[in-house]
């Protein structure tokens, strides 16, 4: 059985990041409707702070990585109430889409794996690690070769949250001995990719094509700590 006290925390953050997702939407073309979000913000904002702080600290850590980067953004931006209306509401619509997106993942951690067919063989923080470490690779180099392609701000940002949040999986003190092993060949890919990556500065095709190395390596450990 899944704690019922996590699910009730995430549909509540799911919740209020909806609702101020669509009070920032209604209002932030106008200044004078600046009052009306700082009251939103205020109330919903205080809410999705407080359950993220704590779910941050619950196994649904890596799950949540992404959109707790995107609303640390949105409220530095926001700044208690004295920040660009436009680019606040841009921040809180991602953190909207991170956290709606990262909503199948979270209830896979919530859940226990049980029933037919084949059964992961790592150990619980394996699992853990490997399911978002796999997914999440696959989709740094998704965004990275959209962004090697049409460089944008906003794929630059998404590959700089993604790269935190895979370096945080990798050196995850929790992964088992054997995990570590197979894992080994991965940490190494994505040591040069770091180099070649240089925080931004170099999203071209000669890290796009050592990245792609990395995700080799690490789809097939995965695989190998998740179902062998």
């Not at 070649?196 to 995965?222: E, M, P, W």
Request: overall charge positive; proline content about 6%; aromatic content about 8%.
């Amino acid at each position: 059985m899944s704690d019922p006290r996590l699910r009730q925390a995430v549909d509540k953050l799911m919740q209020n990041a909806q609702s101020l997702e669509g009070l920032f939407a209604q209002n932030y073309q106008n200044e004078a409707n600046r009052p009306r979000l700082l009251s939103g913000v205020g109330e919903e904002g205080f809410a999705i702070q407080r359950n993220l702080n704590a779910l941050m600290r619950t196994e649904l850590k890596p799950g949540l990585s992404a959109p707790n980067s995107a609303y640390n953004q949105f409220t530095s931006t926001w700044n208690n109430g004295t920040g660009h209306l436009g680019r606040s509401f841009n921040l809180i619509s991602e953190f909207w889409r991170l956290l709606s997106a990262a909503r199948p993942e979270l209830d896979r951690l919530m859940t226990p794996q049980p029933g037919p067919g084949p059964q992961p063989t790592g150990t619980s923080a394996d699992v853990m690690i490997c399911r978002p470490l796999q997914s999440e690779s696959n989709n740094l180099f998704d965004v990275f070769k959209l962004c090697v392609a049409n460089h944008t701000p906003s794929n630059a940002a998404r590959i700089k949250e993604l790269s935190t949040l895979i370096g945080e999986l990798l050196s995850d003190s929790r992964t088992s001995p054997d995990a570590a092993m197979k894992l080994s060949n991965s940490k190494r890919e994505w040591g040069q990719f770091i180099i070649l990556y240089k925080k931004g500065a170099g999203i071209d095709r000669s890290s796009l094509s050592q990245l792609g190395h990395f995700v080799t390596f690490t789809n097939a450990a995965c695989a190998q700590i998740l179902h062998n």
